[in-house]
Nanobody, 125 residues
Framework: QVQLAESGGGLVQAGGSLRLSCAAS????????MGWFRQAPGKEREFVAA???????YYTDSVKGRFTISRDTAKNMVYLQMNSLKPEDTAVYYC???????????????????WGQGTQVTVSS
């Protein structure tokens, strides 16, 4: 099992940027597909982005061209760079990992097994 800890959330105006970080410990992330999910108040958790063990990336349509997922295997970190933020991006963002589920399966909402505690992102209009 890998332990995940998100950071970098906060309050930002529409059009602004934030970079979320996910620190992994206990296992090397090279063994895992890594993903970001989010959950807004009153809504179900939804897929945002994922990166496969081979480095392929997947995004939900609403963030394509605005968000970028990346990883640093030497630091055991995963990042989500979020640009051109919109009020509808407001949510708690969760980092997630799974050694067996593929990144493309995360994009199809197959939920990973390991989760962080989440970080709040609020975008004001």
């Amino acid at each position: 099992q890998v332990q995940l800890a998100e950071s970098g959330g906060g309050l930002v105006q529409a059009g602004g940027s934030l970079r979320l970080s996910c620190a992994a410990s206990g296992r090397p992330i090279s063994m895992y597909a890594m993903g970001w999910f989010r959950q807004a108040p009153g809504k179900e958790r939804e897929f945002v982005a994922a990166v496969s063990r081979g480095g392929n990336t997947y995004y939900t349509d609403s963030v394509k061209g605005r968000f970028t997922i990346s990883r640093d295997t030497a630091k055991n970190m995963v990042y989500l760079q979020m640009n051109s933020l919109k009020p509808e991006d407001t949510a708690v963002y969760y980092c997630a990992a799974d050694p067996k589920i593929l990144a493309r399966d995360m994009a199809a909402m197959r939920l990973p097994g390991d989760w962080g505690q989440g970080t709040q992102v609020t975008v004001s209009s």
